[in-house]
């Protein structure tokens, strides 16, 4: 909501809907017919939608903050996105207003609300069988025009507007929604609703999907299924989500090119689209044209188009610019913007090294180790005095690099030498995820780590041209271990799973029938089949209650002290050496070689300050024959 980073306790201009509020009151006053709609993930993913969830949790006659300032602007509705569901559905029953008829929740409790119509088509309640909030709205408005004539004209129209989020919830908050709420495709959903929108009048039909573009064959179980919900004959326009991309996308190589995706017109299998980023690092804007015979409304597609419009951008000169904050967000905010900086300041210990996430797909732990360190002792202790039946086992923990510089040169975990407060390790860990232990065996460590080494492109030593070393595979994907215990290569120059060699447990070769429980967190443990089957809830064998980032900051109140020994130096993993005949390159933080070198990574050289990608970010060369 703010323009305001509580990991690094400081403005981030580069970010904030205080700003994409000012870009709202730009275009409405460009266009005489506006309205404003919210794609979800919108009650989480800040130490503010923190405190005011869990550490103190707002009363039911109070809206959260988001809501509030979001209520200043005036949406006009929103659909649920997978991270609302993050809280449990108590939390979302009070945050929405109540009314949800669900077990385990007061379907008569009355609260504050959002102050817009929340539309979620796709989610079931499993006691009644019917859509867990209104399926779709119908928003009645008078559209404002000059007639042929150049007089002003005043017609009536509905618009209706339905929404989906991804089937993902099911996996991704099992413990709070198993055996309470079920998902539908988006397609099915579509399909059965958009004819009912349409039938009780609806002139337009917009659809809000939770979700992008998967060019893979559908289901309905399909995490971004933006290609086909636009195929749904009814729907007039989509706003996407979830995957934090940008559509259209007007760079030289897009994000989205398959079949069907028209960047320049800024359409999906012809229906006009947008997907505005996250963070409120944009606003969509679709201008959708619209026709009056005299009878009923019709869709101009050749004079409608869709465009973001960016917070950040470039002046004359070059330089980065922003837009300014609206002056009226902060100050609806501020008391509770306060407390929350007052609780993430609360000390926890000090760390004698920089944790930083810089480094971590070259190797640097530092910022990987402890929250191993934290999974692991909590984990265990748990086993010991509960789980007799498998005291015998090794327990092991994998984390991975959270912030990685997907977004930037500065989204990476970066905690300075010096005290360490909550909001230290609210960076060291970003998720509200909760601890989870699951049992494998040698062969399941084998491939769980192939997988993660699809965080690398396949490397040709024989390649004088540069050669980008990481992929598209998120860095919240790259697991790894960082304890002495387990030692293992990643050998980038061969194919996708076939990668990870030279396995060891305490230097011997990991047996593929050897036993283990590893230490994780919910989300991969109960959605990572991908990884390998077990992680599809069958290998839990505990579902813990505490989130992972409570964990690690018990863990540091008890081993106040951090050091680089102690904490930030276990490297489980390395490349596999080969010589290579051009260089591999890779992008992070800039000018942050010096991360590197304490580290002991003496493999890094510094290639250009500044990559060229706009993102403030410089370019690297790893030595793969080091």
């Not at 501020?334 to 971590?360: C, N």
């Not at 407060?421 to 491939?447: C, E, H």
């Not at 230490?519 to 505990?542: E, H, M, P, V």
Request: proline letters at 5%.
């Amino acid at each position: 909501m703010r323009s305001y980073d509580y990991f690094k306790l400081a403005e981030d201009k580069s970010y904030g809907f205080e700003r994409t509020a000012t870009l709202v009151r730009q275009a409405r006053k460009e266009f005489a017919n506006t309205l404003l709609v919210d794609n979800g993930d919108t009650i989480q993913g800040t130490a503010l939608a923190d405190y005011e969830a869990v550490v103190k949790a707002i009363p039911c006659t109070q809206q959260l903050s988001m809501y509030k300032a979001m209520g200043a602007l005036g949406f006009d509705a929103g659909t649920l996105g997978n991270h609302e569901f993050n809280y449990g559905l108590p939390f979302l029953n009070q945050v929405l207003g109540g009314g949800m008829e669900v077990d385990g929740v007061d379907a008569a409790q009355k609260c504050a609300g959002a102050g817009y119509p929340a539309v979620l088509a796709n989610v079931y309640s499993s006691k009644t069988k019917k859509p867990l909030v209104q399926p779709y709205t119908i928003l009645e408005r008078t559209l404002v025009s000059k007639g042929a004539d150049g007089n002003e004209i005043k017609l009536p129209i509905k618009v209706g507007v339905i929404g989906f989020t991804t089937p993902g919830i099911m996996n991704w908050d099992k413990r709070y929604l198993d055996g309470k709420v079920y998902t539908e495709g988006a397609v099915e959903a579509a399909q059965k609703y958009v004819p009912e929108l349409r039938a009780k009048g609806a002139d337009v039909v917009v659809a809000l999907l939770h979700g992008g573009l998967d060019a893979g064959a559908y289901s309905a179980t399909m995490e971004n299924p933006g290609l086909y919900l636009s195929k749904v004959a009814g729907i007039d326009a989509m706003v996407m989500g979830h995957q934090h991309s940008v559509f259209p996308d007007t760079a030289a190589t897009p994000a989205y090119s398959q079949a069907g995706v028209d960047n320049k017109a800024g359409t999906i299998n012809g229906v006009p689209a947008v997907m505005a980023s996250s963070w409120g690092k944009a606003l969509g804007v679709i201008q959708l044209a619209l026709k009056w015979d005299g009878t009923a409304w019709a869709v101009d597609k050749a004079a409608t188009r869709s465009e973001l419009r960016n917070i950040q951008g470039k002046n004359a000169s070059g330089a980065t610019v922003y837009v300014d904050a609206d002056p009226t967000v902060a100050p609806l905010v501020e008391k509770q913007h306060q407390a929350a900086i007052a609780y993430v300041k609360t000390p926890i210990g000090s760390t004698d090294f920089r944790m930083s996430t810089l480094f971590a797909d070259v190797g640097d732990p530092g910022a990987i180790q402890i929250v191993n360190q934290a999974q692991r002792d909590y984990v265990a202790a748990y086993v010991a005095a509960n789980l007799p039946q498998y005291a015998q086992l090794p327990v092991l923990s994998v984390s991975a690099p959270f912030k990685s510089g997907f977004q930037g040169g500065t989204d990476y975990t970066d905690v300075a030498t010096g005290p360490l407060a909550i909001y230290n390790a609210a960076d060291l860990y970003l998720y509200p995820n909760t601890v989870y232990a699951v049992k494998v065996n040698g062969a399941d460590i084998q491939g769980w780590l192939e997988a993660a080494a699809k965080r690398f492109n396949q490397i040709d030593p024989a390649k004088t041209a540069e050669q980008p070393l990481i992929s598209t595979f998120p860095g919240y994907n790259f697991d790894m271990f960082t304890t002495a215990d387990v030692q293992y290569e990643i050998d980038v120059t061969q194919p996708t799973g076939r990668r990870i060699r030279n396995l060891t447990y305490k230097g011997q070769p990991i047996n593929a029938a050897q036993e283990f429980l590893i230490a994780t967190n919910n989300y991969r443990a109960t959605s990572g089949k991908s990884f390998i089957d077990k992680l599809d809830g069958s290998g839990t064998i505990w579902a813990s209650p505490d989130a992972n980032r409570d964990v690690v900051i018990d863990y540091i109140r008890r081993n106040a002290n951090v050091t680089r020994a102690a904490n930030g130096a276990a490297k489980s993993w390395r490349f596999t050496k080969v010589a290579t005949a051009g260089p591999v390159v890779f992008s992070s933080g800039a000018n942050a070689l010096p991360v590197a070198q304490a580290a002991g990574l003496a493999n890094i050289t510094l290639l250009a300050a500044d990559d060229g990608s706009g993102k403030g970010t410089s370019k690297y060369r790893l030595d793969l024959s080091k």
